[in-house]
C-alpha cells in the first residue's frame, strides 16, 4: 500500500466527498489522485443524477466539489439544492471561466457561502490541499 499524505486521516473520518462535473476524464483523475490521498469520493457527471444520490443520503457526505457549467443544472443551481438539504455541507466550485463575488451573490441563495472556488486547471497536489483546509 502507497504511503498517504500527511493530514488526510482527519478528512477520511469527516467525509465522504461528491464531486460532480460533466468532464468524465476530469472526474476520472480527480477520483484516482484523492482516493490515492486516502479520501473517499464519488463522482458524477451528470448533476440530476448527483442531486438524486445527496438526497437519498445526505448524512454521507461532507463536502460538495461541482463544476459552475455543466448542462440541465449549473453549479450555483446544485449547490442551492444541495445547501437546502443540509445547509452545513462544505462546497468548492470549480470553473474554468473567473468567478466573481458579484457573480456567486447573484447566483446563490443569501444565506449560503462558497467554502472554496477554484480555477481550472489545478494542480492535483493543490487540489487536495484546498480540500484538507476546507475541512478542518
Partial sequence: ??????????????CHILIVDDEK????VY?????LAGMEIST???PDMAYKEFKE???MYGLLLTDMRMPKMNGYELINKVKAIKPKIKTILIS?????????KRNLNPNIRLDGVICKPIALEHLREIIIDVMK
Fill in 57 to 59: 443520503n445526505p448524512e
Fill in 1 to 14: 500500500m502507497p504511503d498517504q499524505p500527511k493530514n488526510t486521516s482527519s478528512i477520511r473520518n469527516q
Fill in 31 to 35: 477520483k484516482k489522485a484523492l482516493k
Fill in 44 to 46: 458524477f457527471d451528470n
Fill in 25 to 28: 476524464d476530469l472526474l476520472f
Fill in 96 to 104: 474554468a471561466y473567473d468567478i466573481t463575488q458579484d457573480e456567486i
